[in-house]
């Protein structure tokens, strides 16, 4: 029985479990150590389940909390190289290895696929996580559906998707113009109607859980998100993350 939650997921931190009976990894570690414990413990999850973390790009609410979390808990965090090396001293940590993405990596029974993300860091990565129960995909802070999402999705039984934006909200809420070209360019985010298009062109018959995560606290709501993606709640389960709690566990078996 494989095990999934979104620990954390917006602006202000972002955390992804996927775990089983035996070993679980995180992606990402945007939120600080007190925090993940207490997330855990609400959720049931075992800490000592984890046995690696895996960063997706340097941006600070992917890392912030990897130094500490990795002395706490004994274990590596996973970094590209050129992530590894823009990524501050402070969110460093003495525990680390390196991952080439697009080259998998096995923990126990757990198998980690990467593969290169179009946003505005030094190398940022999506990630498939594939388990005994099926794969599991962690695909945010992402500026364009091209092939690769494309085809990485359709192998996916339950994806945590970025829905960061409404454009109408972007369009004329209070980011300034810089801002705004940035969070809707192809190095930015995906909108819910990107989003949306991409699970209804390249989801397969496999997929079963949509995690609807990074919302944008300023240019999307609860109500927007849910409202766009109500239609498809009849073919999938559909949660909606939070930034200030920790979603529900799905069990997937």
Request: charged share 25%.
């Amino acid at each position: 029985m494989t095990e999934i939650c979104a620990l954390a997921s917006g602006s202000n931190g972002n955390c992804y479990y996927i775990g089983n009976e035996s070993e679980a990894v995180l992606v990402d570690i945007g939120i600080y150590y007190r925090r993940l414990i207490e997330r855990l413990d609400e959720t049931g999850l075992d800490k000592d389940k984890i046995k690696a973390i895996f960063i997706s790009h340097e941006h600070t609410d992917h890392i912030q909390g990897a130094r500490v979390t990795s002395k706490k808990l004994g274990i590596p965090v996973f970094y590209t190289k050129k992530t590894y090396h823009k990524c501050y001293d402070k969110n460093k940590t003495d525990n680390f290895g390196f991952f080439e993405c697009g080259t998998p990596y096995t923990l126990g029974s757990i198998k980690v696929h990467s593969f290169k993300k179009s946003h505005d860091a030094a190398e940022p990565c999506s990630f498939r996580i594939e388990t005994e129960d099926g794969n599991i995909g962690v695909m945010t802070d992402i500026g364009t559906v091209d092939e690769t999402l494309q085809i990485e999705f359709s192998k996916c039984d339950a994806v945590f998707l970025e829905t960061n934006y409404d454009e109408e909200m972007l369009i004329t809420g209070l980011y300034p113009y810089h801002l705004k070209q940035r969070v809707s360019s192809d190095k930015g985010h995906l909108s819910n109607i990107q989003a949306k298009k991409l699970i209804e062109n390249f989801a397969s018959g496999k997929l079963r859980i949509l995690f609807l995560s990074h919302i944008s606290a300023v240019n999307n709501t609860r109500n927007i998100v849910k409202d766009t993606f109500m239609p498809l709640s009849e073919k999938y389960k559909v949660i909606i993350t939070s930034r200030q709690r920790a979603s529900e566990v799905i069990k997937i078996k």
